[in-house]
Structures are given as structure tokens and as C-alpha cells.
């Protein structure tokens, strides 16, 4: 235990090192084993390595000097080596700064060149024609058929959350029957939402504003959006009663009744809504794996995305020329 703070805190809390590279060493003892500082041992013999090369060259260049004229230049020689030692660590040091300073110019200049090529090619990028209607200045896409292609996309996910169980998905003929009508049932709503939006429209006489084919694709796409939600609900409602979502419905209501406080009263009501709602959630998490698993499947196995090109080859045409 401290009883001192104060002496603790000088003497062994805050860390000293005036000249030992070692981040451990407070004052010669090192912090993480309480004993002497290796590295200060090493600095200490290196030093009187170098005081005794010093006195044998004195020795041997003058012999005959007395004692106190040998201390006297052996301490002249001390000082001068340990100048020459800190103008060369000076000189070192200098020689970093500058390669840090010259590293960090280069890493500026690259920074400015890589910003000027970045804008130029967002420059280039913005000045391409949209893919799919050919529009200038559209950076390959236009926000139109961009939202065109999330439509067909919304479609697409839609068909398959209804064909992962309303068909056999061994059966290609079944797929695409049941792609169809959901294609066909979701480009009906986006047709009567787009038509309300028409209708509003001129009913304030507004006809000739640029953005309507832009909030008419958003409200196309929103719809489907709606449509596309309303399916994936459905399927997930009709994988919760396959056998595999009841058997881990089952599951998860024994297992709850059997937790350890609800033994005392097992048939309680606290006891069996716990136990139905640990049911539910796991009959609903076996349902989104189930439905996630038979996506991929569908996905990998039939293609989709490839036959619905064909599938979906008049999705604009089911949309009000006035908003495509």
C-alpha cells in the first residue's frame, strides 16, 4: 500500500529518464520488474568504455605526464568526445527532420496531384451519356433510370420472395409463371400510383416542369418498394409454418418453460407468454434464414436476373409515357 503519495509519486510514479532510451526506466530502475535498468547499465559501460580507450591513447601519446595534468586533459578529451557526440546527434537529428520535411512535401504534392486527377476524372465522369436513355451530362446514368433499374431490381426480389413458396423452384415453367404475375401485379400499382401523380398534376396545371419524370420514377419506385415489402412479409408469414420454423418454435417454448425462474411456477401466465414470445422470435428468425437461403438458391440456380430481361423487357411501357 502507498502511505506516501507524495515521495511515491516522485520517486517511483512519475516516470524519469534524462538520458535512457528505455520508456521503463524511472531513474535507473526499471518500472515493470523493480530492478536496475539494463539500459542504463549499457549507457554507463559504453561511457567508461570510452573514458578508458581515452586515458590508454592519453597514456600512450604522453607518458610522462604527473597525475593532476593527466586528470586535467583526460577531462578535456571527455568534454570534446561528448561534444563531437551531440553535434553528430544534432546533425542525425537534422538529417530526419529534413527527410520527414522533404517525405511530408512529397506526400502534399502527391496529395494535390491525386486531387487535381480525381476532379478530372469526376469531370470526365459527369460529361458521359447515361447508359440506358443516352442523355448528356448524365456521369453513365441518369437519375431517372437509375431509378428505373432499382424498379426491376424491387421486381426481381419480389418474384423470388414468391416463388420461395408458392412454386418448385426444380420446375423453370412454375419460376417463371410466378415471376410474371408478380411482375405483372407490381407494374399495375406503379401504373395507378404514377397515373394519381399525372392526374394531381394537371389538376394544378402543372405539366411542363423538368422534374416530373424524376418524381415520377421516385414514386414508381417507391410503390414497388411497398409491393416488394408486402411480398417479402408474406413469404417469411408462409416459411413460419414449414416444419423446419415449427420444430424450432417448439424448441425455444421448451427451453424458455424450462428456465430455472420459471420452475416454481411453470404454468404461470408470466411463465407461458415468455415462453411464447422466445417462440415466436425463433419461428421468425427460422423463417429469415429459410427465406435468405432459398434466395440464394433461387439466385445461383435459375438466374434470374438473366431472365428477367426478358421478363421485364416492358417495364417502362407499363409506365405513362408523360413520366418515362
Do not use: F
Not at 27 to 34: C, E
Not at 59 to 79: F, G, K, M, N, S
Not at 256 to 284: F, L, Q
Amino acid at each position: 500500500m502507498i502511505r506516501q503519495p507524495y515521495p511515491w509519486l516522485l520517486h517511483r510514479g512519475l516516470v524519469q529518464r534524462p538520458v535512457c532510451p528505455d520508456r521503463r526506466c524511472d531513474d535507473g530502475i526499471s518500472l515493470d520488474t523493480g530492478l536496475a535498468c539494463a539500459s542504463c547499465g549499457n549507457v554507463i559501460h559504453i561511457r567508461r568504455a570510452h573514458r578508458a580507450r581515452l586515458a590508454a591513447e592519453l597514456d600512450q601519446e604522453q607518458p610522462t605526464l604527473c597525475a593532476a595534468e593527466r586528470q586535467r586533459v583526460l577531462e578535456e578529451r571527455l568534454r570534446e568526445h561528448t561534444e563531437r557526440e551531440a553535434q553528430a546527434r544534432e546533425r542525425r537529428h537534422a538529417a530526419q527532420r529534413e527527410r520527414s520535411d522533404r517525405m511530408r512535401a512529397a506526400a502534399r504534392e502527391r496529395a494535390a496531384r491525386e486531387h487535381v486527377e480525381a476532379a478530372a476524372r469526376e469531370r470526365v465522369r459527369q460529361a458521359l451519356p447515361c447508359a440506358d436513355c443516352g442523355g448528356r451530362d448524365a456521369a453513365d446514368l441518369c437519375e431517372v433510370c437509375g431509378y428505373r433499374r432499382e424498379l426491376r431490381a424491387v421486381i426481381v426480389e419480389a418474384g423470388m420472395c414468391q416463388v420461395s413458396w408458392a412454386a418448385n423452384p426444380r420446375r423453370a415453367d412454375e419460376v417463371a409463371s410466378v415471376m410474371g404475375q408478380v411482375r405483372d401485379d407490381i407494374l399495375g400499382r406503379v401504373a395507378s400510383s404514377v397515373d394519381e401523380l399525372r392526374a394531381a398534376l394537371d389538376a394544378d396545371g402543372i405539366t411542363d416542369d423538368p422534374t416530373i419524370p424524376t418524381v415520377a420514377a421516385w414514386r414508381g419506385l417507391s410503390t414497388a418498394r411497398e409491393a416488394g415489402a408486402e411480398y417479402r412479409a408474406v413469404a417469411l408469414a408462409q416459411l413460419a409454418r414449414t416444419r423446419q420454423a415449427r420444430t424450432e418454435r417448439h424448441w425455444a417454448y421448451t427451453a424458455e418453460r424450462s428456465r430455472s425462474h420459471h420452475r416454481h411456477d411453470p404454468t404461470g401466465s408470466e411463465a407461458i407468454a415468455a415462453a411464447a414470445h422466445a417462440a415466436e422470435t425463433a419461428s421468425a428468425r427460422a423463417a429469415e434464414d429459410l427465406l435468405a437461403q432459398r434466395l440464394t438458391h433461387l439466385r445461383h440456380q435459375h438466374t434470374p436476373l438473366a431472365t428477367d430481361t426478358e421478363l421485364l423487357a416492358d417495364v417502362l411501357t407499363c409506365i405513362p409515357k408523360g413520366a418515362a
